[in-house]
């Protein structure tokens, strides 16, 4: 059974502020977020923008920008001097957002215990089911600051292995969506590496795939960082929760004008050699998640654990993908 401990980490907190100003990467120092902040807060002074573009160049030079969040936070001796002394000059700022998102935090802090919408506990075990696993988990819950109506999950990117982070303070307390996003992280943390990832490492070692690398490789996706194995994970995930396959089990509708809506984006995203961020994600990851929707719907419905079948349908979506998006590029 999953169980949450969820924590408000004062360090953590202030942390992740101060990186969100660097704007170094889309999915975990969100642009509008720090747009929300500056405006909230006043814009940086030409000190704080010396100190944010320092840890943006940092962050994403070395590939370590989540590792750089963590250090920040709770072993700042580790941290390169002048990554130290950029996040000493954003401090202040950071506090005094963290400072007015803390009702927000403490309020979620009880609601995950004691708020849970009636099908959550049904959900956690389909989801414990779904993947196999049938100990007891205990997941720590990193609860972060985050704009009004805004959240965010970042599995344990920059946190413990095994734990996760929600940005949560600016969401309204009797929002079911963030339990589905605090399961997806979940997901994220404790059933991907546990299970996930060792398949998909094992499918990938057979040699009718042995090109799928390289195929990763040079498709546009492979430059937001991870890995074949990680966008895997979200196509299982997100097939899954919080608009997946999962719903119409425990009770929830089914989503199905979203993921129609979602594929025809992903169609012209794909092709599209000016397509940002959002776009390329559309169509590189949650595609191969709407392409697997149909068999985690019946895995799910027939109580089916995932197995080699299905990891080797989440593999030949990535495949088609690339497939779909190399014959428009000839
Ligand atoms: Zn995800």
């Given at each position: 059974?999953?169980?949450?401990?969820?924590?408000?980490?004062?360090?953590l907190c202030?942390?992740?502020?101060?990186?969100?100003?660097?704007?170094?990467?889309?999915?975990?120092?969100?642009?509008?977020?720090?747009?929300?902040?500056e405006?909230?807060?006043?814009?940086?002074?030409a000190?704080?923008?010396?100190?944010?573009?320092?840890?943006?160049?940092?962050m994403?030079?070395l590939?370590?920008?989540?590792?750089?969040?963590?250090?920040?936070?709770?072993?700042?001796?580790?941290?390169?001097?002048?990554?130290?002394?950029?996040?000493?000059?954003?401090?202040?700022?950071?506090?005094?957002?963290?400072?007015?998102a803390?009702?927000?935090?403490?309020?979620?802090?009880?609601?995950?215990g004691?708020?849970?919408?009636?099908?959550?506990?049904?959900?956690c075990?389909?989801?414990?089911?779904?993947?196999?696993?049938?100990?007891?988990?205990?997941?720590?819950?990193?609860?972060?600051?985050?704009?009004?109506r805004?959240?965010?999950?970042?599995?344990?990117?920059f946190?413990?292995?095994?734990?996760?982070?929600?940005?949560c303070?600016?969401?309204?307390?009797?929002?079911?969506?963030?339990?589905?996003?605090?399961?997806?992280e979940?997901?994220?943390?404790?059933?991907?590496?546990?299970v996930?990832?060792?398949?998909?490492?094992?499918?990938?070692?057979?040699?009718?795939?042995?090109?799928?690398?390289a195929?990763?490789?040079?498709?546009?996706?492979?430059?937001?960082?991870?890995?074949?194995s990680?966008v895997?994970?979200?196509?299982v995930?997100?097939?899954?929760?919080?608009?997946?396959?999962?719903?119409?089990?425990?009770?929830?509708?089914?989503?199905?004008?979203?993921?129609?809506?979602?594929?025809e984006?992903?169609?012209?995203?794909?092709?599209d050699?000016?397509?940002?961020h959002?776009?390329?994600?559309?169509?590189?990851?949650?595609?191969?998640?709407?392409?697997?929707?149909?068999?985690?719907?019946?895995?799910?419905?027939?109580?089916?654990p995932?197995?080699?079948?299905?990891?080797?349908?989440?593999?030949?979506?990535?495949?088609?993908?690339?497939?779909?998006?190399?014959?428009?590029?000839?």
């Open positions: 059974m999953l169980t949450f401990g969820p924590i408000v980490d004062e360090a202030v942390a992740y502020v101060a990186q969100t100003h660097a704007r170094w990467h889309d999915g975990v120092a969100r642009p509008e977020w720090a747009d929300y902040w405006a909230a807060h006043g814009g940086l002074t000190g704080e923008r010396r100190a944010a573009e320092i840890l943006r160049d940092r994403r030079g590939g370590d920008g989540c590792r750089i969040i963590s250090h920040a936070a709770w072993r700042p001796h580790e941290l390169a001097h002048e990554c130290r002394e950029a996040f000493a000059v954003l401090k202040p700022r950071a506090e005094a957002t963290v400072d007015s803390r009702e927000g935090l403490n309020a979620w802090r009880h609601a995950l004691a708020n849970r919408p009636p099908w959550f506990a049904a959900m075990e389909r989801l414990d089911a779904f993947f196999g696993i049938d100990e007891d988990v205990s997941v720590r819950v990193y609860l972060l600051p985050g704009p009004p805004s959240n965010c999950g970042n599995g344990d990117m946190v413990e292995r095994g734990a996760t982070t929600l940005s303070s600016g969401m309204p307390l009797d929002d079911e969506g963030l339990f589905l996003i605090l399961l997806h979940t997901a994220h943390s404790v059933h991907q590496p546990r996930l990832s060792p398949l998909v490492a094992q499918r990938l070692r057979a040699v009718a795939r042995a090109g799928l690398d195929a990763f490789d040079e498709c546009p996706i492979s430059a937001m960082g991870g890995d074949l990680s895997i994970g979200e196509y995930n997100h097939s899954l929760i919080p608009f997946g396959g999962l719903r119409a089990a425990c009770g929830l509708e089914s989503r199905d004008e979203h993921w129609r809506l979602l594929s984006a992903a169609a012209r995203a794909l092709h050699p000016d397509a940002d959002d776009a390329q994600y559309t169509a590189w990851v949650m595609q191969g998640a709407a392409r697997l929707l149909p068999l985690a719907t019946e895995y799910v419905r027939d109580e089916r995932m197995d080699a079948d299905f990891v080797d349908a989440a593999l030949d979506a990535f495949a088609d993908i690339h497939r779909d998006w190399r014959s428009s590029r000839r």
